[in-house]
């Protein structure tokens, strides 16, 4: 079976399929930490994961055809403000689950439409001394079961999720988004190329519509995207702080 075609998913660069008469002897390491996340300045999130989310991060969507809700992480494209050159993910914050699956992935076959679980062939989370064994014999170990699980829910949910924010883009709610921050001690840094939901679009909205929005669960990863506003003076104070160590 071939690898997904290019451009692949964020973080993954070589993606094979897990089969356990080549990968038997691979460990997983949690433990190397989330090097890899340190140059995502945004990463897909989840609609289900939006209340949890808006405590640490500014929810945005993409721009395009069809917009996903991402939280933003840096104010510079290739910066996580969030990650220590450690690869250690500030204690304090919420890590998205798309990061936490990392990394495994599912990949379909082109011609069978079949899933396979995936991995990232050169993450540093796997190799042959360190972590928990992936296969007991020529079987899934409890630990990628586990994994297998999440990635499998993660799927489902991000598949909601398009069908959410596509309903959002339909019904007219999203408006480009742009901000300045303005550093105390001089320079600016402006960051665009995204999207937000309109208040006061969404207070228009026809009651048909915001009936519907409530019926599928909607409405608090909405409100959870308007709190998440607040979450603008962390990524203003994190830049500088990051700013101020390299001047």
């Not at 993409?62 to 204690?91: C, H, I, K, Y």
């Not at 009936?211 to 607040?230: C, M, N, Q, T, V």
């Amino acid at each position: 079976m071939s690898t997904p075609p290019s451009p692949l998913p964020l973080f993954y660069n070589k993606i094979v399929p897990l089969d356990s008469r080549v990968h038997g002897g691979l460990k997983l390491n949690r433990a190397a930490g989330y090097g890899f996340a340190s140059a995502a300045s945004a990463v897909p999130v989840g609609f289900v994961e939006f209340a949890a989310a808006s405590q640490s991060y500014p929810i945005l969507f993409t721009t395009g055809a069809d917009p996903m809700p991402v939280v933003l992480l840096g104010a510079r494209p290739g910066e996580n403000l969030f990650v220590s050159p450690e690869g250690v993910w500030q204690p304090d914050s919420y890590i998205p689950a798309y990061a936490r699956a990392y990394p495994f992935i599912f990949i379909e076959d082109p011609q069978t439409k079949q899933l396979f679980l995936g991995f990232e062939a050169d993450a540093k989370t796997i190799d042959q001394t360190t972590g928990v064994p992936l296969f007991e014999g020529d079987k899934p170990s409890q630990g990628l079961n586990e994994a297998l699980a999440f990635c499998s829910a993660y799927r489902e949910t991000l598949q909601a999720t398009s069908a959410f924010a596509k309903a959002v883009q339909d019904a007219g709610l999203l408006e480009d988004y742009q901000a300045t921050i303005n550093f105390t001690k001089g320079g600016a840094v402006r960051i665009d190329g995204f999207r937000v939901v309109s208040r006061k679009k969404f207070d228009e909205l026809d009651e048909a519509t915001f009936i519907e929005f409530r019926r599928k669960g909607w409405l608090d990863a909405i409100y959870a995207h308007f709190f998440s506003a607040g979450r603008w003076n962390r990524i203003v104070d994190l830049a500088a702080a990051k700013r101020d160590a390299l001047h």
